[in-house]
């Protein structure tokens, strides 16, 4: 069994009692932030201010007791085999030094080491893991007898070949060059924004299913907190839901 | 509400330019707070860096003003229009001050702003011709915007008469009614009980990959959502939890940002409670908080132990963890499961992890990021994405669970209202259009 989150003193938050305190302040933040509805008021700063304060102080805790204090301790004991663990504190010191105008340029040296293996971790990884498994994937045959012939053979078909075009046409979109010259070069230029054109909506498309799916997403949300009011904390109350 | 300083008609708050004349509100736009000297937009009631009540501070400012000036609530000279019966509150703090009478004086003016012996340098410099001065109409319109600033009042000169417009009312009242659609949509569906019951048709194979594993298996389970999205994330983390723990899968979870340890173990402790055999250490560990993104997914696929030296919840060494034993390289897991709220922790997993190793990856996400992720399912780098209220209704251990399908239900509802919001509002706009051509 998972031992409860407060330990030691802090078990006292662990108790049907300070659970129950917890689901009411819970709800109550919750009707603050929906207050909102009504217009800017007092309460709905409060909980949003809440949010962001409680939020920082967690992930600051969670960063001292999962990652820095473990390592830190690791290193007391045995300084030599992992001094690597020192050198690291060190540049992290070294980065806090941004905040001191005079010792900023102490700052440079681990920043240029986070933002330079980030970014080459970061392009590494969109270059093999995304650029080419999508650049192979839209190159796929087009023919029906490839996907087993038959009615889901011509579908797929035709799914590979929408695909190919809105592929072309959303690229066509982003395409900017001075006006061409020549027969040749009206030609190219009128082909670029026939499926330009076309590349803007299959974009606006995207951008649609992009929209529906933060209405989901936002209406779940929503919904949930409707639910924790009726089902946990009218229950305390003495309601029962649905 | 911003009064119009060009001629008097009442604009809703946040209006860049005057609903009536056109004029620009633009020095309306914000309110200075007067406790610390925050600009906060127009349509704030409290100020956002120290919560002090701005209506209240610009009334009591404007009634002190007037107390100095020694004219409370004059009322106008005769000849220039009725007195209003009250004064609404300009939302910004004006200091009037007399119009420059010429260009020497306005360059004195902006001594202040200007720096030091600049306004005299631009004076003096040849062949600089001076600006023209104000006309005579723009005088007596700056003149008229200071007297509405000073004295608080607006009217003076009659608004521009204008059709009245019916989209305004419709989409404010609409506002309130759409958020009570919205609550009906909610909750509505858990009365309807004969409607909930029965499983919808599966959306993914995921629940079938996750049942054909078994005890001798283990799973990585990585924690990406904010508590902001626990609504929607933290009942699929449970039902993935619970399928695993069903069939007694061994799961190892990190966290791939710091509130994701605290959503992690409330999971845990749902499933443990319903299945008290899936024991901490023995079938399933918390590891904890694994930061720096790429780099940070990089010090994973050197090895599990060497990145976690313990795990989040006992803080014992990962090495003595039952759970772990085994798993000492990533390669070692059967699979990877992500909960994630945002496109790029899967991208990430995706890219550093899935293309090294090829490990199947399972990504439940949020509704709003499923579409720029569809093309990595398609490419088979996902290899099943479960999403949306569908996605947890087919993971849920309880497929007619009341709550769950009355999730997918509401959310008919809720595009049905969608629907019919979008045709009334078109077809009224559609109307008003005809009616003013």
């Not at chain 1, 407060?6 to 689901?23: E, H, K, L, N």
């Not at chain 1, 509805?37 to 809440?50: K, T």
């Not at chain 2, 899968?249 to 710091?258: H, N, Y």
Request: aromatic fraction near 10%; hydrophobic fraction near 50%; charge should be neutral.
């Amino acid at each position: 069994m998972m031992p409860a989150l407060p330990a030691g003193p802090f078990a006292i938050f662990a108790t049907p009692g300070a659970q129950a305190v917890g689901i009411w302040v819970a709800a109550l933040l919750t009707l603050a932030v929906l207050s909102y509805l009504l217009g800017d008021n007092l309460l709905f700063r409060v909980a949003e201010y809440l949010l962001v304060g409680i939020a920082a102080g967690y992930a600051v805790a969670v960063a001292w007791r999962n990652v820095l204090w473990p390592r830190l301790l690791a290193f007391w004991q045995d300084p030599m085999n992992l001094w690597y663990y020192g050198l690291f504190f060190l540049l992290g010191l070294m980065l806090l030094a941004r905040g001191v105008r005079r010792l900023s340029p102490l700052g440079n040296v681990p920043l240029a080491i986070l933002v330079g293996t980030g970014a080459g971790f970061a392009l590494g990884g969109a270059f093999l893991g995304t650029l080419l498994p999508q650049v192979r994937d839209t190159i796929a045959p087009v023919t029906p007898q490839h996907y087993g012939g038959g009615l889901s053979g011509w579908a797929r078909a035709i799914d590979v070949i929408l695909l190919i075009l809105g592929t072309v046409a959303a690229l066509s979109f982003f395409t900017y060059c001075r006006e061409a010259s020549g027969k040749g070069g009206r030609l190219s230029q009128g082909f670029l924004q026939f499926w330009g054109s076309a590349g803007r909506k299959v974009i606006m498309v995207a951008f649609g299913a992009l929209l529906a799916g933060a209405a989901v997403t936002f209406f779940t949300l929503f919904q949930s907190r409707l639910f924790f009011l009726i089902y946990d904390w009218l229950s305390l109350l003495g309601i029962k839901g649905p | 509400m911003i009064v119009c300083p060009a001629c008097g008609h009442h604009n809703a708050e946040g209006r860049a330019r005057c609903e009536a004349c056109g004029a620009s509100l633009e020095h309306f736009v914000y309110r200075v707070c007067p406790a610390c000297g925050a600009l906060n937009a127009a349509d704030r009631t409290f100020c956002l860096r120290c919560l002090t009540n701005l209506l209240q501070a610009e009334k009591e400012d404007i009634a002190q003003g007037q107390a100095i000036a020694g004219e409370p609530s004059a009322p106008p000279p005769a000849g220039e229009g009725a007195p209003l019966p009250e004064a609404p509150q300009p939302p910004t703090r004006l200091t009037p001050s007399p119009l420059p009478a010429t260009w020497e004086e306005t360059l004195s003016a902006l001594a202040d702003l200007l720096p030091a012996g600049a306004a005299k340098a631009l004076a003096g410099r040849k062949g600089m011709a001076p600006p023209a001065l104000p006309s005579e109409e723009e005088r007596a319109e700056a003149a008229l915007f200071q007297r509405v600033a000073r004295e608080g009042t607006a009217g003076r000169v009659p608004p521009i008469s204008q059709p009245p417009l019916a989209m305004p009312d419709i989409l404010v009242r609409g506002r309130v009614l759409f958020a009570l659609l919205l609550i009906v949509a909610a909750l509505v569906p858990l009365w309807l009980a004969p409607w909930g019951e029965g499983r919808l048709a599966p959306i993914s194979g995921a629940r079938e990959w996750l049942e054909a594993l078994g005890p001798q298996d283990a799973v990585l389970v990585v924690f990406a959502y904010s508590p902001a999205y626990a609504g929607e994330m933290q009942p699929l983390a449970e039902a993935f939890l619970h399928i695993l723990a069903e069939r007694s899968i061994r799961s190892i979870a990190v966290a791939s940002q710091p509130a994701g340890v605290g959503l992690a173990r409330e999971a845990y402790r749902a499933v443990e409670e319903a299945l008290p055999a899936y024991a901490y250490g023995e079938r399933y560990a918390i590891l904890g908080y694994l930061p720096g993104q790429e780099a940070g997914l990089n010090a994973l696929l050197q090895g599990v132990e060497q990145t976690f030296g313990q795990d989040a919840v006992l803080q014992r060494p990962t090495a003595e963890l039952p759970a772990l034993q085994g798993l000492g390289q990533i390669a070692a897991f059967r699979g990877i499961l992500i909960v994630s709220d945002e496109d790029a922790p899967v991208r990430q997993w995706v890219e550093q992890v899935h293309a090294r190793t090829g490990l199947p990856l399972i990504a439940g996400v949020a509704a709003r990021v499923a579409p720029l992720l569809a093309p990595y399912q398609r490419a088979g780098q996902i290899r099943y994405l479960v999403t949306g209220p569908n996605g947890l209704i087919e993971m849920a251990p309880h497929g007619a669970d009341r709550r769950l399908v009355a999730r997918a239900h509401g959310l008919v509802i809720y595009f049905a209202i969608w629907c019919a919001v979008a045709v009334v509002t078109n077809v009224l706009y559609w109307r008003e259009r005809r009616r003013e051509e």
